[in-house]
């Protein structure tokens, strides 16, 4: 070891375990940038960890479970360490830590610490305080948390790739009756403009070439400007796209209700906001969409996605879909099927309702039993299915630039993204990474494209 590295003994290491969306992706990488000047690197070994992360989801009951039963699990491979092997130390961040905080520390005394979504900038104290005694912070502070969280080092950014996530809006004041999220996330609350803008350029210096914005109601943002004027989501992607090396743009989660018409003009005159939308719906049906608390009918929904076609004709559309949501009719699941059916979804979600404590949709009455739910999940599914393989087919002969992302699965292989957020694997050498190019689509698999490169010659999206 030569003598001009630095002294690693004090180095420590975490393990950070991610469910549930891509915030939650986002957050971890903060987690870890937070931890970073205290003197840990992550690990992907969980063996060799000094703390474990569970950043947990709290959307659906399957996905809250998961935390205990991984639980049980780290607690007994923390038990079964040999006698004065290095402490360990367990904590639960996210929403089930926000929802259940008190639950978890009853029901799992191997956890150290317990701590929310909001108290992420606070990480480092509150593990200084874990070396004594058990801690829970379910708070939702004052302080603006992104103020606090320290941003990433360059080499870090560079190593997480070409593609990031961008937080610029958190929280949601909408209180669908089946969503946890108003709850676990708190209101809504959206990120300055300038704030945003300097991570942007901190990605995109790094040598990002797409950011993701993120928000559970990302086209609600409403940042301010250094005047103190808010600052819509269109407006704000207009500049995000004057950042040098920014060349890709995407957005999610959206509600139809915030989709308005400066969006939709971006979606027309900005080549850098790419045609692809995730605009959840949940159901087809106007009765369900009431009970649901959405505030829109689907003739609504209806309106602004031909609105958004007329602005951008080729757009992507994805949406996310509830089945046996309380009282819903054969007539009502109909109903959603046939919206499906109409309107031509490249990709879709869909779910099977999960009754969630403390939300409105829990005490309603008809609940629909679990079978029922198995079936109409399964004829959604499958017409969900059935669409997007055809607007893969449609794409097959088509030529579309490709952000060349990273090594395929074979070696000569390369893979990237298509503008459609289809994945599209290329034969082609390495050195082709973090170009756009224009790529001829050959050949469309169960979940990706097949696609060969027209030229090598780089071009405006
Ligand atoms: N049950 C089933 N699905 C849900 N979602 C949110 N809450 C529930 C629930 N209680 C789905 C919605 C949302 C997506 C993120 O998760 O479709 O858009
Ligand atoms: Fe949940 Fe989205 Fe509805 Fe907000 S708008 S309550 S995050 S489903």
Do not use: W
């Amino acid at each position: 070891m030569s003598d001009k590295q630095p002294n690693l003994s004090n180095a420590k290491k975490v393990f950070i375990k991610t469910y549930g969306c891509q915030m939650n992706v986002y957050d971890s990488d903060r987690m870890t940038d937070a931890l970073a000047p205290h003197g840990y690197t992550p690990t992907s070994e969980m063996g060799e960890a000094d703390l474990v992360l569970l950043n947990t989801c709290h959307i659906r009951e399957k996905a809250a479970e998961k935390v205990y039963s991984e639980l049980g699990r780290i607690r007994d491979f923390r038990n079964e360490r040999a006698p004065g092997a290095k402490k360990m130390l367990i904590g639960v961040a996210g929403c089930v830590a926000q929802a259940e905080g008190e639950e978890i520390m009853a029901r799992a005394p191997a956890v150290d610490l317990v701590f929310g979504p909001q108290s992420y900038h606070r990480l480092p104290e509150l593990l200084s305080k874990a070396q004594t005694g058990r801690v829970i912070d379910t708070d939702f502070p004052e302080e603006d948390k992104f103020a606090h969280l320290p941003a990433a080092k360059k080499e870090v950014t560079i190593s997480r790739g070409l593609t990031a996530f961008l937080t610029v809006q958190e929280g949601c004041d909408k209180f669908c009756s089946f969503c946890v999220v108003p709850y676990t996330r708190g209101a809504e609350v959206s990120r300055p403009v300038a704030q945003v803008l300097a991570e942007a350029r901190g990605l995109a210096d790094a040598g990002v070439r797409e950011i993701t914005l993120l928000g559970q109601n990302v086209n609600a943002y409403h940042g301010l400007d250094e005047n103190g004027r808010p600052v819509s989501l269109g407006a704000l992607c207009h500049m995000l796209a004057e950042i040098d090396g920014i060349e890709r743009i995407r957005y999610t989660t959206s509600h139809p209700r915030d989709m308005d018409d400066e969006l939709i003009a971006a979606h027309r005159d900005l080549p850098q906001l790419m045609p692809y939308l995730h605009l959840p719906v949940q159901s087809g049906s106007d009765a369900i969409l009431k009970s649901m608390n959405r505030r829109h009918t689907a003739a609504e929904y209806y309106e602004i996605i031909d609105r958004i076609r007329t602005a951008r004709p080729d757009m992507a559309l994805s949406g996310d879909f509830i089945v046996g949501f309380p009282g819903e009719t054969d007539a009502d699941f109909q109903a959603t099927v046939d919206m499906v059916a109409k309107i031509g979804y490249a990709s879709a979600f869909s779910f099977k309702y999960s009754t969630r404590p403390g939300t409105p949709g829990a005490q309603m009455d008809d609940q629909i039993e679990e079978h029922v739910k198995a079936e109409r999940l399964e004829i959604l599914q499958a017409e969900i299915t059935r669409q997007s393989q055809q607007f893969n087919a449609g794409c097959v002969g088509m030529t579309l630039p490709v952000l060349i992302e990273k090594p395929g699965r074979n070696p000569g292989q390369v893979a990237g993204r298509s503008p459609y957020l289809q994945a599209v694997h290329i034969s082609a050498e390495k050195d082709l990474i973090g170009q756009i190019l224009p790529v001829e689509i050959i050949g469309q698999a169960k979940n990706s494209l097949e696609g060969r490169i027209v030229t090598a010659d780089r071009i405006a999206v």
